[in-house]
């Protein structure tokens, strides 16, 4: 107690110094707008180059692939177009509600929104995300089985069944990553736009 | 986070900054690690602390070498206390004045101190003993009066 009252004598100017750079902060406009609209947009723009990726990837590259594949691949019979025929259908598919989850999102335009449209959208797009890989899941799983026994060309050929099943597993565990992500991502833009309207 | 804490964070900025350029630099510095390290603030100690913990290191690790800094937007920072000369700017001048004679270690925790935090919560941000801060202190504010007495 004392040292205090020792500490208040000698340290008035200071502590009535500091109280003054305080009192002159609080009226005080400290830019961060500007930081706060640039991340903003910077998530925004990944998200959209996310989708527009995803888009490219399951209109375009997956079903030239599976195009591809089934000229190339007719050696054995069903197993072989069948398998690139299902490829080219889980890739429209996968195009479809990519496109679904992107018109309902609308990032590009989600910060001219009104709050309650923008986070609306936002939760209709998480629920969307969520029905979309459900949905998606079981084609997958039958993709994913297909392309193991096909690459081992349906005989127990355990290092190529290992190796395949693998690979699958990886990339699967590193779209989820990915997706996730971009939803955290959506998540933070909305936060952002909350902040900059305050 | 940003609006509620940005006095502190430029509170710590201005004490540890030469002039106005420089606390812009700072202070989008300390935002970009605020906001880096922010998934892993876990919530073992108080938002506040954190913060404090945060802006105070990267201040204290700043170096005015471009090179390798990762770039940055331009962000203005709407006030000049070095410029100002105003009564109060004037009084916060002569806090800066002593205060940034002192060295990083000892600056930080003066602020800690001005700010009104306990011994404890001083420790708790800078990382050392109770002890230890209570010593420091006694110096930190001994090093202060001397200056006062040399005006």
Known sequence: ???????????????????LLHKKLEHQRIVTDELLQSSMKAKMNSVNRWYKQRMLLSGVAAPVV?????????????????????????????????LSEYRTLDIVHLATKSMTEATERVCRHRKMVARNQFILSVPLVVVVVWTVLYASRFTLNLPIFVLTSALIVVSLMWGFKLLKRRCRQVDEVLHQIEQLRQ | MVREF????????????????????????????????????RGESALKTWIW????NTCSNYERKRRGRVQTIPLSVGIDLYNDDDDHTIQIQKLYDRINRL?????????????NMTYQEIANVVGITLSNVTTRLFRVKEQLKAMSNNK
């Open chain 2, 103 to 115: 060295d990083p270690f000892d600056r930080a925790i003066i602020l800690l101190w001005l700010e």
């Open chain 1, 1 to 19: 107690m004392n040292q205090q009252i020792v500490d208040m004598a000698d340290f008035q100017d200071l502590k009535s110094q500091f109280g």
């Open chain 1, 66 to 98: 599976a195009v591809v594949f089934i000229a190339h691949n007719c050696d054995m019979g069903v197993a072989s177009w069948g398998f690139g025929l299902l490829v080219l259908l889980v890739a429209l598919l996968e195009l479809i509600l990519t």
């Open chain 2, 6 to 41: 940005r006095q502190t964070i430029y509170t710590v900025c201005y004490f540890f900054s030469k002039d106005k350029e420089e606390v812009n630099d700072l202070f989008q510095e300390v935002l970009i690690n605020l906001w880096r390290g922010f998934p892993s603030f």
């Open chain 2, 53 to 56: 913990r945060v802006s105070l």
